[in-house]
């Protein structure tokens, strides 16, 4: 591969997530933008799990009930900081058009079937996290949907989720809803609604274009207003309607 070079990106004008929220905006949410993008030292509880203290609690509480009935919940990731995030989006980019001869374009849409721009993950805010059962064996990515699904191993945790992880305050972020876009389904992925709601308020607020043009990451000088006027739309905001 090559060595990593500084890029220097296109003039882009900014754009906001603009879109009028779905319930009153508290004008002062207590963010901050380099909170709400992953860059500060945010306190987080619990060893190997690495959440906020009221997402930890509920977590606690949810992996206990789960463990009464059978299922022993286990951390696949939490809480990741921007420059973790750059490092994963970077990975994926040299990987795909060094290794794999893709175009920067094709690439980019390649990764974020999945992965997300540094800075616009949930997984900043220490309130979203992806989660197996330990029980079961199981080989190779545990993250793919079909391990959750009818005849995987982890088909009877699904449906106990299902039935009671928005009790603890999880939702589901990315569903099979079939006109839902932006991000594939993901059965593993879940966010701590009381906290991860008024964070993402907050976040709509920013001006992500302008911000990102701050950045020097692999690729992001591919990143045209119109691509991340989508990219919010789809892979921001579409996601379940209940964690709006």
Same mark, same amino acid.
């Given at each position: 591969?090559k060595? !990593?070079?500084?890029i ?12 009028? +929220?779905f319930?009153?905006?508290? +004008? ?5 933008v380099?909170?709400?993008?992953? %860059?500060?030292? /945010? ?6 799990i690495?959440?906020?203290?009221? *997402?930890?609690e509920?977590f606690?509480?949810m992996?206990? *009930?789960a463990?009464a009935d ?12 921007? $420059? ?25 849409? %390649? ?5 997300? /721009?540094?800075?616009?993950s !949930?997984?900043?805010w220490?309130?979203? =996290? ?5 029980y079961?064996?199981?080989?190779g ?8 699904? *009818? ?12 039935e009671?992880?928005?009790r ?6 990315y569903?099979?809803?079939? %006109?839902?876009?932006g991000?594939?389904?993901e059965p593993?992925?879940?966010? $701590? ?8 308020? *907050? $976040? !709509?607020?920013?001006? =992500?274009?302008k911000?990102? &043009?701050?950045?020097?990451?692999l ?9 991340? !006027?989508t $990219? =919010?739309q ?6 379940n &309607?209940?964690?709006?």
């Open positions: 591969m060595r !990593r070079t500084f220097k990106k296109t003039a882009i004008s900014g754009v906001a997530c603009t879109l009028p +929220p319930f009153p905006m508290n +004008p002062d949410l207590g963010y901050s380099d909170e709400l993008m992953g %860059k500060a030292d /945010i306190e987080l509880f619990g060893k190997g690495n959440l906020r203290k009221e *997402a930890f509920a606690e509480k992996k206990k *009930a463990y059978g299922f022993d919940i286990k951390m696949v990731s939490s809480f990741r900081d921007f $420059y973790r995030q750059e490092g994963i989006w970077e990975r994926k980019y040299l990987r795909f058009t060094e290794d794999d001869g893709m175009k920067p374009l094709d690439a980019i849409d %390649k990764i974020i079937e999945y992965s997300t /721009i540094p800075g616009t !949930r997984h900043h220490g309130t979203d =996290i992806d989660i197996i059962d330990g079961p064996k199981t080989s990515d545990v993250l793919v949907p079909e391990k959750f699904e *009818a005849g995987g191993p982890f088909a009877d945790f699904k449906v106990w989720l299902d009671n992880s928005e603890f305050g999880y939702y589901l972020v569903t099979d809803e079939p %006109k839902r876009r991000f594939k389904y593993w992925h879940y966010s $701590y609604a009381p906290i991860s709601i008024p964070m993402l308020t *907050a $976040y !709509r607020k920013l001006n =992500i274009l911000l990102l &043009q701050k950045e020097e990451f690729g992001c000088e591919h990143f045209t207003s119109g691509f991340l !006027r $990219y =919010i789809d892979n921001i905001l579409d996601i &309607q209940n964690l709006l």
